[in-house]
């Protein structure tokens, strides 16, 4: 009769493991002990932005790998808006929250001008650049629906390459890094001590 129960939860435990088994979380957030609620700056490929926000910490959603049902997701995606009657831009996408609104969540845009002929070779032209982000060079868009402001605002800024790559490491194999630090103005929240740190792999670039 026991061996029999154990054979029945046996067989009720394994889709829960097939499914769930390979779930991965690939973020690593190591705190910074001199700025409360934010990641040290790194650029080690932890997959993590974090900043203030009007002076509260905001963070980027884990990066995770699925089990059978849920699909990968990033903390970050690159993509490129092409329109003939605009200048040609890169696009960085944050998806976060709050610290402590973890189940509110929000998104930073960055729009960049790039040249027409911009691939994800290109990436590396950005390593060590520190941009102004204006009217000329681009804009921010975010969306930080825990402020109790449920509009789209548009920003200005700046924004420091630390590292970008991404490259060829084998036979039809991509993969790059991307960090550095940014801050923001919008009109109703400010964005500071902004830092980020990710691995760049074809699941995260759109272009």
């Given at each position: 009769m026991q061996n029999r129960l154990i054979n029945k939860l046996a067989v009720l435990m394994?889709?829960?493991?097939?499914?769930?088994?390979?779930?991965?979380?690939?973020?690593?957030?190591?705190?910074?002990?001199?700025?409360?609620?934010?990641?040290?700056f790194s650029n080690t490929c932890n997959n993590i932005f974090t900043c203030y926000v009007n002076g509260a910490p905001w963070r980027t959603q884990?990066?995770?790998?699925?089990?059978?049902?849920?699909g990968p997701q990033s903390e970050v995606y690159l993509s490129k808006q092409s329109d003939s009657s605009l200048p040609v831009q890169l696009i960085i996408q944050w998806d976060g929250f709050f610290q402590d609104s973890i189940n509110n969540?929000?998104?930073?845009?960055?729009?960049?001008?790039?040249?027409?002929?911009?691939?994800?070779?290109?990436?590396?032209?950005?390593e060590g650049k520190r941009l102004p982000i204006d009217s000329a060079s681009g804009h921010f868009l975010a969306y930080m629906g825990a402020l109790g402001n449920n509009n789209y605002e548009w920003g200005t800024g700046s924004i420091y390459f630390n590292r970008a790559s991404y490259d060829s490491t084998g036979a039809r194999v991509f993969s790059g890094s991307l960090s550095g630090l940014l801050e923001a103005?919008?009109?109703?929240f400010k964005i500071t001590g902004g830092r980020f740190d990710h691995q760049l792999t074809p699941l995260q670039i759109h272009f």
């Open positions: 394994l889709p829960w493991l097939v499914f769930t088994g390979c779930y991965k979380v690939e973020t690593k957030y190591f705190s910074d002990p001199e700025n409360n609620g934010l990641a040290i884990n990066r995770t790998t699925g089990g059978f049902f849920s969540l929000g998104w930073v845009y960055l729009y960049i001008t790039v040249p027409a002929n911009f691939t994800n070779r290109d990436i590396g032209s950005l103005d919008f009109p109703d």
